[in-house]
């Protein structure tokens, strides 16, 4: 008996040496496997700039999940106030992936994912921390644009699986893109949303962004995984792989450059209102009450956003020098020159007010420490208010 135990003590001591060795190996084929996820643009105003997500796939299973944090109820409670006022929650939701693809499947929009070279305790981790995170009472967060939207989310969650790498590999560079610029740009193939980023965006959307700032653009962020490097020299994304192919048209590379075609309209604005003037004043008087009406109501919606909302990216903006609310306290004078009678005095002055606000927006285009990229608007706006100024001032 004695010996038979003393021959099984070597073949069991080597049975749990191969144990040893393999229990590493194993615990690694355990890990989840980590991707990011990126749709491209869509055609609803809201699916303009991308989306992404990160995707956590069992191994065991083959069974891959979606980690969104896009999502937003309409018909929440105040949804609609806080939209305006510019503070809205978005939340984590948690999907299958294939049911996550199978919209951006019947839209036509690609989708690619980035499989991550990550460590298997980063990978766990990752997961761990996307699952606690995806709790009902974690799940909701305070949405804004550009600093913390689906996109900053997912960058974030990467760059604390990886120790910080990932900031620091992008904080430091820049490409010169700016909110104003990256917004325009998406927005641009409809152009009305591409006007009213481009009308109601302030001085601080138009500082260059760094690398990491720019990933507020899920495709932006895609583009620096691709160049980003482990502590060891490999590269962040092992592989990357196409789900599904994009059928859209995609958005343009740069944003549309308009500064000629405004100052040619601007010209051509003023010389009509001018010949109008003196042919047709009572028909220069309506156009006068159409473009103040606009004019006016624009510069109440950009007051209320620089002092009544979070919209930070909409604070100090130079066009309400252009569209001023004051415009609307022109149209009683306006009235008066469409029915054929001289305004009142107020009036006189009021206009004088509004054009010197616009001649000042003018001005600011040669200080280089009040910066916004808003010259578009100046030379299509101001040759119009100089030329309704010469127009319709009582004492010219």
């Not at 913390?148 to 990886?162: G, K, L, P, Y």
């Amino acid at each position: 008996m004695a010996r038979t135990e003393r021959r099984r003590a070597p073949a069991l001591l080597l049975a749990l040496l191969c144990l040893a060795w393999l229990l590493p190996g194993l615990a690694a084929a355990a890990a989840p496997r980590i991707g990011v996820m990126t749709m491209e643009p869509g055609e609803i105003f809201f699916e303009r700039f991308g989306h992404n997500s990160v995707v956590v796939q069992d191994p065991a299973t083959g069974q891959a999940l979606s980690y969104n944090f896009g999502f937003f109820d309409l018909d929440e409670p105040g949804f609609h106030r806080n939209f305006v006022r510019g503070r809205m929650e978005y939340r984590l939701e948690v999907l299958p992936l294939e049911r996550d693809l199978a919209y951006y499947r019947q839209v036509g929009r690609g989708v690619v994912v980035q499989w991550l070279a990550l460590e298997p305790t980063q990978a766990r981790e990752l997961a761990d921390a996307l699952a606690e995170n995806a709790r009902p009472e974690n799940a909701r967060y305070v949405y804004d644009y550009y600093t913390a939207n689906c996109s900053t989310r997912v960058r974030d969650a990467i760059d604390r699986a990886v120790g910080g790498q990932l900031q620091a590999q992008l904080i430091g560079r820049s490409q010169g893109n700016t909110w104003r610029s990256e917004s325009v740009r998406l927005a641009a193939p409809a152009p009305w949303m591409a006007l009213g980023f481009h009308l109601g965006l302030g001085g601080s959307a138009d500082r260059p962004l760094s690398r990491w700032e720019e990933a507020f653009i899920p495709m932006r962020l895609r583009d620096a995984l691709r160049e980003s490097k482990l502590p060891d020299g490999r590269p962040l994304v092992a592989t990357e792989q196409t789900l599904l192919p994009h059928r859209l048209v995609p958005p343009p590379a740069e944003a549309p450059q308009l500064t000629g075609k405004a100052f040619l309209a601007g010209l051509a604005l003023a010389a009509l209102v001018l010949l109008a003037g003196k042919r047709a004043p009572r028909a220069l008087a309506g156009f006068a009450l159409v473009f103040w009406t606009v004019a006016g109501l624009a510069g109440g919606v950009m007051a209320f956003i620089w002092l009544g909302s979070a919209h930070t990216a909409g604070h100090a903006n130079q066009n309400l020098l252009l569209l001023s609310p004051l415009c609307l306290a022109l149209l009683p004078g306006g009235w008066a020159r469409l029915r054929g009678r001289e305004p009142s005095g107020r009036f006189r002055v009021l206009l004088w007010i509004v054009t010197g606000s616009a001649a000042l927006a003018g001005f600011l285009k040669f200080l280089p420490f009040l910066p916004q990229q808003n010259v578009e608007w100046v030379v299509l706006l101001l040759p119009l208010h100089w030329a309704l100024l010469r127009s319709l001032d009582p004492k010219r």
